[in-house]
Protein backbone atom coordinates (compact mmCIF):
# COMPACT_ATOMS: atom_id res chain seq x y z
CA UNK A 1 0.00 0.00 0.00
CA UNK A 2 1.40 3.27 -1.28
CA UNK A 3 1.48 5.94 1.29
CA UNK A 4 3.29 9.18 1.70
CA UNK A 5 3.45 11.27 4.95
CA UNK A 6 3.98 14.74 5.21
CA UNK A 7 5.44 16.58 8.09
CA UNK A 8 7.26 19.68 9.24
CA UNK A 9 4.44 22.37 8.70
CA UNK A 10 4.10 24.99 11.24
CA UNK A 11 3.24 28.69 11.47
CA UNK A 12 6.83 30.70 11.15
CA UNK A 13 6.81 34.79 10.52
CA UNK A 14 7.89 35.92 7.19
CA UNK A 15 11.71 35.49 6.58
CA UNK A 16 11.66 32.63 8.59
CA UNK A 17 12.45 28.98 7.31
CA UNK A 18 10.68 25.32 7.37
CA UNK A 19 12.25 22.22 5.90
CA UNK A 20 9.03 19.89 4.95
CA UNK A 21 9.53 15.94 4.76
CA UNK A 22 7.91 13.15 3.04
CA UNK A 23 8.10 9.63 3.88
CA UNK A 24 7.13 7.60 1.62
CA UNK A 25 6.37 3.43 1.45
CA UNK A 26 4.93 0.78 -0.06
CA UNK A 27 6.49 1.61 -3.77
CA UNK A 28 10.16 1.25 -5.06
CA UNK A 29 10.75 5.27 -3.99
CA UNK A 30 14.35 5.21 -5.86
CA UNK A 31 13.10 5.00 -9.28
CA UNK A 32 10.37 7.59 -9.39
CA UNK A 33 10.39 11.36 -9.52
CA UNK A 34 8.76 13.09 -6.75
CA UNK A 35 6.94 16.22 -6.56
CA UNK A 36 5.80 19.14 -4.11
CA UNK A 37 2.86 20.70 -4.78
CA UNK A 38 0.54 23.56 -2.91
CA UNK A 39 -2.85 24.79 -2.48
CA UNK A 40 -3.60 28.21 -1.24
CA UNK A 41 -7.29 28.82 0.11
CA UNK A 42 -9.51 29.95 -2.65
CA UNK A 43 -7.11 28.83 -5.22
CA UNK A 44 -6.01 25.95 -7.89
CA UNK A 45 -3.12 23.46 -6.34
CA UNK A 46 0.15 24.62 -8.05
CA UNK A 47 3.37 22.69 -8.79
CA UNK A 48 6.04 24.22 -6.36
CA UNK A 49 9.11 21.84 -6.79
CA UNK A 50 10.59 18.97 -8.64
CA UNK A 51 13.11 16.34 -8.38
CA UNK A 52 14.02 13.38 -10.41
CA UNK A 53 14.67 9.78 -9.21
CA UNK A 54 18.07 9.37 -8.53
CA UNK A 55 18.04 13.58 -7.64
CA UNK A 56 19.83 14.34 -10.21
CA UNK A 57 17.40 17.40 -11.95
CA UNK A 58 15.54 19.47 -9.97
CA UNK A 59 13.08 22.53 -11.19
CA UNK A 60 10.74 24.97 -9.37
CA UNK A 61 8.14 27.53 -9.59
CA UNK A 62 8.74 30.75 -10.66
CA UNK A 63 7.52 32.22 -7.38
CA UNK A 64 10.03 30.08 -5.09
CA UNK A 65 13.02 30.09 -6.91
CA UNK A 66 16.49 30.76 -5.38
CA UNK A 67 14.43 30.34 -1.99
CA UNK A 68 13.11 26.64 -2.02
CA UNK A 69 15.17 23.41 -2.34
CA UNK A 70 13.83 20.09 -2.79
CA UNK A 71 16.03 17.31 -1.95
CA UNK A 72 15.63 13.67 -1.47
CA UNK A 73 17.23 10.51 0.48
CA UNK A 74 16.97 7.27 -1.51
CA UNK A 75 18.05 5.08 1.63
CA UNK A 76 15.44 6.77 3.40
CA UNK A 77 12.83 7.09 1.48
CA UNK A 78 12.14 10.60 1.74
CA UNK A 79 11.64 13.72 -0.48
CA UNK A 80 12.68 17.11 1.82
CA UNK A 81 11.19 21.04 0.44
CA UNK A 82 13.57 23.06 2.57
CA UNK A 83 12.01 26.74 2.47
CA UNK A 84 13.90 29.72 3.18
CA UNK A 85 12.91 33.19 2.82
CA UNK A 86 8.65 32.54 3.63
CA UNK A 87 6.57 34.95 3.00
CA UNK A 88 3.20 35.33 3.48
CA UNK A 89 1.86 34.44 0.11
CA UNK A 90 3.78 30.85 0.71
CA UNK A 91 1.09 30.10 3.41
CA UNK A 92 -0.72 26.88 2.05
CA UNK A 93 -1.15 23.21 2.22
CA UNK A 94 1.88 21.35 0.95
CA UNK A 95 1.72 17.95 -0.49
CA UNK A 96 3.59 15.49 -1.59
CA UNK A 97 2.73 13.22 -4.96
CA UNK A 98 3.97 10.60 -6.80
CA UNK A 99 1.91 11.40 -10.05
CA UNK A 100 3.65 8.15 -12.01
CA UNK A 101 1.41 6.26 -9.27
CA UNK A 102 -1.21 9.08 -8.67
CA UNK A 103 -0.60 8.98 -5.24
CA UNK A 104 -1.17 12.14 -2.99
CA UNK A 105 -0.19 12.84 0.72
CA UNK A 106 -2.72 14.49 2.93
CA UNK A 107 -0.90 17.60 2.95
CA UNK A 108 1.16 19.91 5.80
CA UNK A 109 -0.42 23.23 6.70
CA UNK A 110 2.60 26.23 6.15
CA UNK A 111 1.25 29.15 7.75
CA UNK A 112 3.24 32.42 7.13
CA UNK A 113 2.48 35.31 9.41
CA UNK A 114 3.44 37.92 11.74
Known amino acids: QVQLVESGGGLVQPGGSLRLSCAAS????????MRWYRQAPGKERELVAFISSAGGSTNYAESVKGRFTISRDNVKNTVYLQMNSLKPEDTAVYYCAVLTLGYWGQGTQVTVSS
Open 26 to 33: GFIFSIYA
